[in-house]
């Protein structure tokens, strides 16, 4: 009988239809595959079973996160090479459904299926949030926001750095990652106009490094919110240690919850991801209504490439598995209808999307560089959902599968004079 590598190959093959660009290494020792191509590693028949059980994204994610499945050589050749099969098989490409219409694809899941071993289910892994989705109640959207970031402060010093900024960064060719987020929360004052004086309202504050910096080189008073405990411990603290606390104050606190306007200004950097599109409308009006007439938005958001059927669209299993729990991606247009609806005047759109790839690769490097410290922080499963996130991500932005945009709008008054200059890319 063949080896558990070359069964394994060739049930694969039949059931994709297309070669597999991969070598397959087993749990017995055999290898199937071009020498030269990235390994995945089946270290048992229990990801068998995950994948068998769970057809698709979220069983390979499983057996990811649990160490049943492995990758050797570059992370990122063996992502590429398994993306056209996994996460960007075309419109036209034939469904599970369809394909087990084939007798060979059938013979090929019985083959699978004795590989596997026993016909019982293994418990998902314990990183895995299971619940419904898409909800967006304040109670399931602090549910899922301290899914995300309630994992410890530690482990995020280690991904992020020291500047603690959880958001793309503003890129030179020389800059290292500190300076080049320093840069990107300058660019955000700078769009928003702030003078001494003002006040901010950021929300989705993260660990303060918005506010900490709004306030401190721009002279302003900063609010800032969290649905984050965590978060927000760590952000007091910054802001004491800053001497800013008479500038800054952290609360955790719903956006739907602030009723202290009028803002001149309202930064929301990352954060508009995880309000859902049945909720979209709401958080722009509310927004809208915490600012003074004149005041400006900065709306930092990840976005999506438009479907041919947008009814279609459905939240990507292992990221609402375990990454962000409800959160959602809408493409710029829609963003910026929303926003128009709720009363917002849109004056400038900013794609920056390869610096969004580069932030994290580089976050990846700062994971990889303190493996063995980040699994004792949180959990190995835990590290591995983010290094494979994070490195999956990094291909999205370079491949154009999804994007980020800076949105600058204005609450323009009934004279319509919206305070902005007239060549607003010098950001005056």
């Known amino acids: ?141 602090r549910q899922a926001i301290s899914h995300h970031y309630d994992v410890g402060n530690d482990f995020y010093e280690i991904v992020l750095g020291p500047s603690m900024v959880y958001s793309c960064a503003y890129w030179e060719d020389d800059s290292t990652l500190e300076t080049a987020q320093r840069d990107k929360l300058e660019l955000v004052c700078a769009k928003l106009g702030l003078s001494p004086g003002q006040r901010l309202l950021d929300v989705g504050c993260g660990w303060g490094s918005m506010a900490i910096h709004a306030a401190r080189e721009h002279g302003v008073s900063v609010v800032g919110v969290t649905l984050s405990q965590e978060q927000a411990a760590y952000a007091r603290k910054r802001v004491a240690d800053e001497g800013l606390t008479d500038r800054v104050e952290i609360r955790v606190q719903d956006y739907r919850d602030v009723r ?50 947008e009814s279609a669209y459905d939240v990507d299993d292992f990221i609402d598995a375990y990454v962000f729990p409800d959160g959602e991606l809408a493409p710029i247009g829609t963003t910026v209808t929303q926003l128009e609806r709720a009363g917002f005047e849109v004056r400038d759109v900013e794609s920056i999307r390869e610096h969004y790839a580069r932030t994290l690769r580089r976050w990846v490097l700062n994971l990889e560089g303190e493996w063995a410290r980040a699994m004792r922080l949180t959990s190995p499963g835990r590290a591995r959902v983010w290094r494979l996130y994070m490195a999956a991500s990094a291909l999205a932005f370079e491949h154009n599968h999804i994007g980020v945009n800076q949105v600058l709008a204005v609450r323009t008054p009934e004279s319509g004079a919206s305070g902005l200059p007239l060549r607003t890319r010098t950001w005056n």
């Open 1 to 141: 009988m063949a080896d558990a590598a070359s069964r394994l190959r060739s049930v694969a093959e039949q059931v994709l239809g297309v070669p597999l660009p991969v070598r397959l290494r087993a749990w017995d020792g055999s290898q199937a595959g071009p020498p030269d191509a990235p390994t995945i590693v089946v270290r048992n028949r229990r990801a068998l079973r995950r994948m068998l059980f769970k057809p698709g994204e979220l069983g390979m994610a499983r057996a990811w996160v649990s160490g049943d499945l492995d990758i050797e050589g570059d992370l990122y050749s063996a992502l590429a090479a398994m993306s056209g099969l996994i996460w960007e098989r075309d419109e036209g490409g034939r469904t599970l459904a369809q394909a087990l219409r084939d007798p060979g694809v059938r013979a090929a899941v019985r083959e699978l299926l004795r590989l596997a071993g026993p016909p019982f289910p293994p418990a998902p892994p314990r990183e895995e949030m299971r619940r419904h989705r898409h909800l967006h109640t304040r109670h399931s959207d």
């Open 260 to 309: 202290d306007g009028p803002y001149e200004a309202i930064s929301s950097i990352g954060m508009a991801e995880h309000v859902g599109a049945e909720r979209y409308l709401e958080y722009a009006r509310s927004l809208y209504g915490l600012l003074k007439p004149g005041g400006r938005l900065l709306n930092h958001q990840i976005a999506r490439r438009p479907q041919r059927d």
